[in-house]
């Protein structure tokens, strides 16, 4: 399967938020990092604090941030600092976030790594929070903030309170800098629920019935009742509905109406269309309906296509559609669209990172007649490889279109959810083939580097001869991806045509046709880069599982066509 792009989120505050030029300087280093793209920039004069968003690949977005808090500490002198907000630090807290492909554990790892590498480059002290906590109680911020910045000459000289990574007694670099605190923490979802109301109090009791915290319980009277207490005096709390969230509400005059104001603080435990059913059962019990939602901010890809999906399979509609149909779904169930439109571009990570240009130079990106004129010029990328590759993909729509509409045959609807995992290995399958499209000429140009490479000295003949036998390798291994993804295919359109809707049994033939020719021609080039490997033994293996998998797709292609051929002569 593709592996997917792994994404992380940096939210770095920095304790300057009235100076243009000072906080321009530390975005402008965001900025020139490869790889990683400046999502938003939130300076606050009375906090004189900016909160800075960017995203990218793990490794580029550690490499910003550690530019970051470099350039942070060269421009921003704690010893003038004064703001309403907690601080410690030129940068005060420097979070990583997972939005895909990567986990909060394997964030918290990258998040101690760069706190020691902050405090051994740059002598800046750091404590490690949250997720990266290497002490329980430094899960908690505040508990690495305490006494602010004015702490620090004591604490730095306490041992028990000292940084994680940095220790040592106060002293000019510390008073300049500060200390910092790198953590790693789920992202977080700030969301709005639209009320047909413009009372602030039948939204607070919604977002009271929601909220994990809950609201305080009472005796006698639910409202107005004296609220009950521990022997601390403490008040008694009976716990809302959605765990990790935290709600309160509110009226906002320029919309002329209230809203149930929610950050989902783990969108595991809720996810977003959760949140919203529980929303509007609330709203339902108090007589009020929820009109819409509005996301304040970003939000990762999963979280409206997992809703997208709910949505369909309480419809009983197949889920193996395009992303860009669920997002439809989640769009339209949610009413996301209610105050304003929503622009996946602007308000979904993932697809901002593709607007800001991650997507160009993909063939995958070409119109149909684009990738055909492409692979039709003199030069040798694209070629046999990424062809095979698409054809598969090509196959694995028709396999899938079949099973979409053997879920909505009529007469079949109790199938659906039958047909509808059909689909979503059909989706799978065609994601990972036009992965491969792309995969195939970055092979090829592997190799043209690889050769490119100098060969003055034996040294470099020795480095030039490893890289093309690697490259070379590359090269024969994604072909047998392709070959054996789209092997894969056949099996999809074969119970298409056993068990499909009868009318597009044809539909399910060609499928299989399109998806053995790519079997036969991802084969053909396994083994035409394998015949270059100086590894026999390696070469041999790639090339018998190459004719292995051309001749069982062969077999079962044709048991595929007998199939067809039988439907169509019954009906």
């Known amino acids: 399967m593709a592996k997917t792009r792994q994404i992380v989120e940096c939210v770095p505050n920095f304790s300057e938020g009235r100076d243009k030029a000072v906080i321009k300087q530390i975005t402008d280093v965001i900025e020139a990092s490869e790889g990683v793209t400046l999502l938003d920039v939130d300076p606050g004069e009375a906090t004189n604090r900016t909160v800075v968003t960017f995203v990218g690949e793990p490794d580029n977005v550690v490499e910003a941030a550690f530019q970051a808090v470099k350039k942070a500490g060269e421009v921003i002198d704690m010893r003038r600092h004064h ?27 990258l998040a101690r790594k760069l706190a020691e590498r902050i405090a051994t480059e740059l002598a800046i002290p750091c404590y490690c929070y949250e997720a990266a906590a290497l002490k329980t109680e430094r899960r908690n911020l505040a508990v690495c903030r305490k006494g602010e910045y004015e702490a620090l000459p004591e604490r730095m000289c306490d041992a028990a309170e000292q940084p994680d990574f940095g220790a040592r007694p106060f002293d000019e670099g510390v008073a300049r800098t500060g200390c910092t605190a790198v953590g790693a923490r789920d992202f977080l979802i700030a969301v709005n629920f639209n009320l047909n109301t413009t009372s602030t109090r039948r939204a607070n009791a919604i977002a009271f019935d929601v909220r994990e915290k809950g609201r305080p319980e009472r005796i006698g009277n639910p409202i107005t009742g004296e609220i009950k207490r521990d022997e601390n005096g403490k008040p008694i709390m009976r716990p809302g509905t959605l765990k990790g969230t ?99 571009e602007e308000k979904v990570i993932e697809y901002m990172l593709d607007a800001g240009g991650n997507a160009q130079g993909k063939l995958t990106a070409l119109t149909v007649k684009g990738f055909a004129d492409e692979t039709l010029r003199e030069s040798p990328a694209p070629g046999g490889g990424s062809v095979a590759a698409y054809m598969g993909a090509l196959g694995a729509a028709l396999g899938t279109m079949v099973a979409n509409l053997s ?104 499928g299989a046709l399109a998806a053995y020719a790519a079997v036969l021609g991802a084969g053909l080039n396994v083994k035409i880069n394998a015949s270059s490997l100086k590894d026999k033994v390696q070469a041999k293996a790639l090339i018998d599982e190459a004719n292995y998998c051309m001749v069982e797709a062969e077999r079962a292609a044709r048991e595929i066509m007998e199939i067809v051929e039988k439907v169509i002569h019954n009906s």
């Open 83 to 109: 703001g309403a907000h907690p601080r410690m630090g030129a940068t005060d807290v420097c979070p990583l976030v997972p939005v895909s492909g990567i986990t909060l554990e394997e964030c918290a790892v």
């Open 246 to 344: 935290k709600a309160i509400g509110w009226y906002i005059k320029e919309y002329g109406i209230a809203q149930v104001s929610m950050n989902i603080t783990d969108m595991n435990a809720t996810p977003l269309h959760v949140a919203f059913d529980e929303v509007c059962s609330a709203a339902q019990a108090r007589g009020l309906r929820v009109t819409g939602t509005e996301i304040v901010g970003l939000v990762p890809e999963r979280a409206v296509i997992d809703a997208g999906k709910y949505f369909l399979r309480k419809q009983h509609r197949s889920t193996g559609i395009p992303k860009e149909d669920i997002l439809n779904i989640a769009i339209k169930s949610m009413g996301l669209d209610d105050l304003r439109p929503f622009v996946p």
């Open 407 to 510: 879920a909505h045959k009529p007469g079949w609807d109790d199938r659906w959810e039958e047909f509808s995992r059909y689909a979503d290995r059909g989706v799978e399958l065609e994601e990972e083939l036009l992965h491969l499209v792309d995969e195939d000429t970055k092979a090829f140009n592997c190799i043209m580097a690889a050769f490119a490479m100098p060969k003055n000295t034996e040294e470099d003949k020795r480095l030039r001869s490893e890289a093309i036998q690697s490259a070379t390798l590359f090269a024969a291994q994604v072909p047998r991806e392709t070959m054996r993804t789209a092997f894969d295919v056949l099996e999809i359109c074969k119970m298409m045509a056993v068990f499909g809707n009868p009318n597009s049994v044809s539909d399910a033939g060609v």
